[in-house]
């Protein structure tokens, strides 16, 4: 299951990607102005939502450190599967799953508390029964 910061990066991604064709803002028209003389409707694509949170988390992923930045970018917003991503970025499969994972709970610590991952610790980190 995805994390809610996982979502958000998707949709991140899809604004990047330019599937938001419209600006960031209120719509440039309204729902009256797309009616056709007809009384019908037209098809519009898909529309994201741009939000503050989205905005915020743009912001946030400026500020990451150069390399999970690119690895970010090139996970939520670069077509193509994962292999042509690790050629692309000059990085191993591991080091670029860890530098997405430690991205993921950079940004979910600075979105706050909707975006926060839980802390798991594996069993072969606690020393006693006394801390489970």
């Given at each position: 299951?995805?994390?809610?910061?996982?979502?958000?990066?998707?949709?991140?991604?899809?604004?990047?990607r330019g599937e938001n064709r419209s600006?960031?803002?209120?719509?440039?028209?309204?729902?009256?102005?797309?009616?056709?003389?007809?009384?019908?409707?037209?098809?519009?694509?898909?529309?994201?939502?741009?939000?503050?949170?989205?905005?915020?988390?743009?912001?946030?992923?400026?500020?990451?450190?150069?390399?999970?930045?690119?690895?970010?970018?090139?996970?939520?917003?670069?077509?193509?599967?994962?292999?042509?991503?690790?050629?692309?970025?000059?990085?191993?499969?591991?080091?670029?799953?860890?530098?997405?994972?430690m991205a993921h709970k950079q940004l979910?610590?600075?979105?706050?508390?909707?975006?926060?991952?839980?802390?798991?610790?594996?069993?072969?980190?606690?020393?006693?029964?006394h801390l489970v």
């Amino acid at each position: 299951m995805k994390s809610n910061i996982e979502v958000l990066l998707g949709e991140w991604g899809a604004w990047k990607r330019g599937e938001n064709r419209s600006s960031l803002g209120y719509p440039g028209q309204s729902a009256f102005q797309r009616m056709r003389v007809d009384g019908q409707r037209r098809a519009d694509p898909y529309a994201l939502m741009v939000d503050d949170d989205l905005r915020k988390v743009d912001e946030h992923i400026a500020r990451l450190f150069p390399e999970a930045h690119v690895v970010v970018v090139a996970h939520y917003v670069w077509p193509g599967p994962v292999k042509t991503k690790l050629d692309r970025v000059k990085a191993t499969r591991t080091r670029y799953y860890d530098l997405l994972e430690m991205a993921h709970k950079q940004l979910s610590h600075w979105m706050g508390e909707r975006y926060q991952i839980p802390c798991v610790v594996p069993a072969e980190f606690i020393l006693s029964g006394h801390l489970v």
